[in-house]
């Protein structure tokens, strides 16, 4: 302990840990609703066809593996703005679009952040009450302060939509915004379209940069319909950033496929934005993986391999809406005099459960159901197999 006997010890990650933590737990019956990964009804990550098939592709070709340009793979990063924006949007055909492939979109908000960091060092960033943890760490690890405005309103499981527009209508000029596009993590509540388009005005008024985070595209009503907040921020002709990710949506989480775009004003000032983000990632990995990015762009590109995409994506949906379903009525059938309504109205992977870590800490201990420590609960982890007892567990600890 000489030389590093000063370190603070790491306290681990509140989602990545519990994961490691459920690994490695030997009760048979254990269930895990912890980190946002979808499991299909068998408990098993998918491996989706169209994937498989891009793979074998790939290995047919048996391509060399040279690097990739710093910002990514052409084909994808194209497929990428096409897939965000729609293939006729103007910001996509007038080019005012930069977007880079990034190694997960973990990797494309740091890129921005780090971007942000040097070009605008007076500007904090302002993330929802609640957010996913690592939104904090990211930005705060650029050395950027970060703010929280109003967002989940605890006594109706719903959204303190008038509180987060006063809140962000306040804050300093040019300010960062960082916003879930579709499924917020961890509440699961969401604006609805009419709230996006009151939220532009505020945003353009104040001057502010809104950060998008597109984790869970698809989870929510659809492809087209996760998208539809990005294409209305581009519409009102804001400047904006977008990071987000393949790792829900094809199910690659550990491929590292992801994506930062940054809309401007003009294809000039969008090839300005490109190589200073360029430059943050040359300094930071270099480039990106060539595996991921031969994934996704063929699984966007081929008309094929897009349809049976859609389909999964379609399917993974509506089975955790099953799921929703299942685990509403048990536990209402369980807990007549509670309402359990927000499993109903929340969206995408992930519920907010209201438990308190002491209860999640009994669920866990008790009944091996793993929870985030905040009372998130993965909804995607739930099958027909397990809703039962998650319910009776829940219903148990609730009291
Ligand atoms: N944004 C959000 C909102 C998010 O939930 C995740 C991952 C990411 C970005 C990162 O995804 P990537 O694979 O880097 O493209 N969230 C889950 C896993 C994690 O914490 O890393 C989770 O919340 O459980």
Known sequence: MKTFGHLDPYAGDPILSLNEAFQKDPRGDKINLSIGIYFDDAGRIPVLACVRDAEAQMLAESGPKSYLPIEGSAPMRSAVQQLLFGADHEAVTRGRIATLQTVGSSGG??????????????????????????????????GITVGTYPYYDAATGGLKFDAMLQALAALPRRSVVLLHACCHNPTGVDLTAAQWQQLVPVLRERELLPYLDLAYQGYGDGIEQDAQAVRELASAGLTFFIANSFSKSMSVYGERAGALSVVCDSREEADLVLGQMKATVRRNYSSPAIHAAGIVSRVLTEPALRAAWVGDVDAMRERIKAMRRSLHGVLSAKRPGRDFGYFLSQRGMFSYTGMTPQQVDRLRDEFGVYLVRSGRMCVAGLNTGNVERTAAAMAEVLG
């Open 109 to 142: 908000l740091k890129v921005g952040a780090d971007f942000l960091k040097r070009w605008f060092p007076d500007s904090g960033v302002w993330v929802s009450d609640p957010t996913w943890d690592n939104h904090r760490a990211m930005f705060e690890g650029a």
